[in-house]
C-alpha cells in the first residue's frame, strides 16, 4: 500500500512539473520597453575584409549575417530585418523589406544591396558604373512582429570593407530604354536619338515607380494598327489580344488593357483619334497599357 502511495505522489509531483512547464511555454512573458533599445547581438561577418564585387551574374546571391536574439524575455519568435548605410553613423540608410527570422541566415540579396548603395551614392545612370568600392555598414532591426512597437532592438553595427555594384540595380525615372510603339504611326520603325540620353519620337522611358515605363505626348489617329516592342522586334513584342497581324483589339483612350505578348500578337487600334501620354506596366509577368488622354 505504501509502494502504490509513493507511486502515486511522484506522479502527482510529475503532472504538476508537466503542467507548469506547459503553462510558462504556451504563456511566455514579452519583456517590452519604450522606444527603440539598443543592444550588442550581430556577430561581425566573416567575408567583412574580402572586395565585393555586386554584378548581374551574382545579384540573386547574398550577404551573410549571424546574430543573437536580443532579451525579449525568452525565446521568442522574433523577426530581424537589414538596414544599410555607407557612413558609421547611419546619417542615411535604407532598410531592406525582408524578414529574415532565423539567427543564423540573415542573407540580404546582393540585388538589395546594390540598390541602396547606388541610391545612397547617388548613381544616376550606367554612366556613373562600376561604382568604386565603398565600405558599408550594415545593422539589424529586431522586433516580435505582434508587438513591434515597444519590442524594438537595434544591433551594433558591423561593415564590409570594399563594396561595389557593375550594374543598375536601382530604378532611376526617365531613363530612355529598349521599348518603342510601332506601327502606322512610325511606317513601324524604332527611331532612336542621337543623344543616348534622351528618348526618340517613339521610345518609352522609364516611369516614376519601377516596372513601369512612358511615352509621352504623342498623338495617335484613331483606327492606327500599333504594337509595342524593342528596335529588333525581340521580346517583350507586346499587342492585342484578338489575333493576329491583321486583327486588332480595339482600345478607348482611358481604358486600361492587358496586352499580349509573343512572336506575333494582334494589333492595337483606338477606337477615336488620341493625344497623351502612353503608360506601360508589368505586373506578376504580364504588361499591360493605357491610353492616358491629355487633359
Not at 257 to 280: C, S, W, Y
Request: with cysteine.
Amino acid at each position: 500500500m505504501k509502494t502504490i502511495s509513493y507511486i502515486f505522489a511522484i506522479a502527482v509531483a510529475a503532472l504538476g512539473l508537466s503542467s507548469c512547464s506547459e503553462t510558462w511555454d504556451d504563456n511566455p512573458v514579452v519583456k517590452t520597453h519604450e522606444g527603440v533599445k539598443e543592444a550588442s547581438f550581430l556577430n561581425n561577418p566573416v567575408m567583412q575584409n574580402m572586395p565585393i564585387m555586386i554584378t548581374q551574374a551574382n545579384r540573386d546571391g547574398n550577404f551573410h549575417l549571424t546574430c543573437s536574439q536580443p532579451d525579449f524575455g525568452y525565446a521568442a519568435a522574433a523577426a530581424y530585418n537589414v538596414q544599410v548605410s555607407l557612413t558609421e553613423d547611419f546619417a542615411k540608410y535604407k532598410e531592406i523589406g525582408q524578414q529574415f527570422f532565423d539567427c543564423s541566415e540573415i542573407n540580404p540579396l546582393n540585388s538589395d544591396v546594390a540598390s541602396i548603395i547606388e541610391e545612397l551614392a547617388g548613381v544616376k545612370s550606367e554612366n556613373d558604373l562600376p561604382m568604386p568600392y565603398h565600405k558599408v555598414y550594415m545593422r539589424l532591426r529586431a522586433y516580435i512582429p505582434q508587438s513591434e512597437k515597444n519590442t524594438t532592438y537595434l544591433s551594433n553595427v558591423v561593415y564590409f570593407d570594399a563594396v561595389s555594384a557593375d550594374y543598375l540595380a536601382i530604378w532611376v525615372a526617365d531613363v530612355p530604354v529598349d521599348l518603342f510603339i510601332r506601327g502606322g504611326v512610325n511606317d513601324w520603325n524604332a527611331d532612336v536619338n542621337a543623344d543616348p540620353n534622351l528618348p526618340g519620337p517613339w521610345q518609352f522611358v522609364t516611369g516614376a515607380v519601377e516596372n513601369t515605363w512612358i511615352l509621352r505626348n504623342v498623338t495617335i489617329p484613331a483606327n492606327v494598327s500599333i504594337k509595342v516592342s524593342t528596335a529588333s522586334w525581340g521580346a517583350p513584342n507586346l499587342g492585342g489580344n484578338a489575333g493576329e497581324n491583321d486583327e486588332s483589339q480595339m482600345v478607348q483612350p482611358g481604358e486600361e488593357i492587358e496586352m499580349t505578348a509573343g512572336d506575333n500578337p494582334g494589333h492595337i487600334r483606338l477606337k477615336v483619334d488620341f493625344t497623351g501620354n502612353v503608360q506601360l506596366r508589368l505586373e506578376a509577368g504580364e504588361y499591360f497599357i493605357l491610353f492616358d488622354p491629355a487633359h
